[in-house]
Nanobody
Framework: QVQLVESGGGLVQAGGSLRLSCAASGRIFGHYQTGWFRQAPGKEREFVAAISWTGAMTYYRDSVKGRFTVSRDNAKNTVYLQMNSLTPEDTAAYYC?????????????WGQGTQVTVSS
C-alpha cells in the first residue's frame, strides 16, 4: 500500500507564492512518476505538472509554465510544487498522484489534497 500526503496549501494574495509538498510512504517500488493535479469547485480535475523518477523530465500545463516548478527529493520520497505569481484562477484543491509505471499514463495512488486559495 502506498500513502501520499500533501501539505503546504493555504490562503495567499494574488502575486504570492506557495510551495506544496507530497510525501510518499509505504510499499514504493520502481521508478515512478509523480504528478500534481487540481480541481476547482464545479470543474473537472486537471493536470498541473509531473516529474519523472530522475527529475530529468518535467511536464506542465500551459497556464502554469514559467510560474510553477516541480522538483523531487528521492531520498525523502517527497515531491514539491513551487507556485509563484499565483492568480485567483489557481484556486483549487491540489492533489499529488503516483504513477508506478513511470509513463504518465495511469496514476494509481492519490493523496487527500491540499487547498490553495488565491485572493484578488
Amino acid at each position: 500500500q502506498v500513502q501520499l500526503v500533501e501539505s503546504g496549501g493555504g490562503l495567499v494574495q494574488a502575486g504570492g507564492s506557495l510551495r506544496l509538498s507530497c510525501a510518499a510512504s509505504g510499499r514504493i517500488f520502481g521508478h515512478y512518476q509523480t504528478g500534481w493535479f487540481r480541481q476547482a469547485p464545479g470543474k473537472e480535475r486537471e493536470f498541473v505538472a509531473a516529474i519523472s523518477w530522475t527529475g530529468a523530465m518535467t511536464y506542465y500545463r500551459d497556464s502554469v509554465k514559467g510560474r510553477f516548478t516541480v522538483s523531487r527529493d528521492n531520498a525523502k520520497n517527497t515531491v514539491y510544487l513551487q507556485m509563484n505569481s499565483l492568480t485567483p484562477e489557481d484556486t483549487a484543491a491540489y492533489y499529488c498522484a503516483l504513477d508506478p509505471a513511470g509513463d504518465g499514463l495511469e496514476y494509481d495512488y492519490w493523496g487527500q489534497g491540499t487547498q490553495v486559495t488565491v485572493s484578488s
